[in-house]
T-cell receptor
């Protein structure tokens, strides 16, 4: 089946540190990949996406590259801010499938001043 | 108003109450979704409507009853819920095209507490 795996546990780091959140996927076909962010008390917002291999999605200083060879879509940001504290979800939709999002469990990111 | 809106934002109800959650999308989309987000669990897809027809019901108990009167509105009717139904209920919409991978846009959610 189609699934997304994110690294376990919350991520706590200092302001201006480098952030990486790992995401790997399993898909029976050719998926599109997404990162969603959920700020405290809010719903999910699309952060970035990539629809084919080697595409790089970017937004608000965050980047993720669609790596078909390693089935990964790791999220990175070079210098985090306190306002980046949120939960980050990796997700996929299978192209040509039923258009249903498969989500990872999410990672809580806490940025300390 | 733009995007996806949900009302109420917070709801407290007893187990014998009947209440409804409302979702409205202003994006011209033709598909709408209900998700449940519980603490420490992955997001669970509950229902999917495409062109106002229910196309998916992921083994959701009958105490949850969805309604989609038109492509812009989606309701979730709640009846005799259990405390374990307490969660954040998220609505989303997308332009559902065969073979495509259109982005889903989410509302802010309704935080439900069942006492």
């Amino acid at each position: 089946g189609n699934s997304v795996t994110q690294m376990e546990g919350p991520v706590t780091l200092s302001e201006e540190a480098f952030l990486t959140i790992n995401c790997t996927y399993t898909a029976t076909g050719y998926p599109s990949l997404f990162w969603y962010v959920q700020y405290p008390g809010e719903g999910l917002q699309l952060l970035l996406k990539a629809t084919k291999a080697d595409d790089k999605g970017s937004n608000k200083g965050f980047e993720a590259t669609y790596r078909k060879e390693t089935t990964s879509f790791h999220l990175e940001k070079g210098s985090v801010q306190v306002s980046d504290s949120a939960v980050y979800f990796c997700a996929l939709i299978l192209r040509g499938g039923n258009n249903r999002l498969a989500f990872g469990k999410g990672n809580q990111v806490v940025v300390i001043p | 108003e733009t995007g996806v809106t949900q009302t109420p934002r917070h709801l407290v109800m007893g187990m014998t109450n009947k209440k409804s959650l409302k979702c409205e999308q202003h994006l011209g989309h033709n598909a709408m979704y209900w998700y449940k987000q519980s603490a420490k669990k992955p997001l669970e897809l509950m229902f999917v409507y495409s062109l106002e027809e229910r196309v998916e019901n992921n083994s959701v108990p009958s105490r949850f009853s969805p309604e989609c009167p038109n492509s812009s509105h989606l309701f979730l009717h709640l009846h005799t819920l259990q405390p374990e139904d307490s969660a954040l209920y998220l609505c989303a919409s997308s332009q559902d095209l065969p073979g495509s991978t259109e982005t889903q846009y989410f509302g802010p959610g309704t935080r439900l507490l069942v006492l």
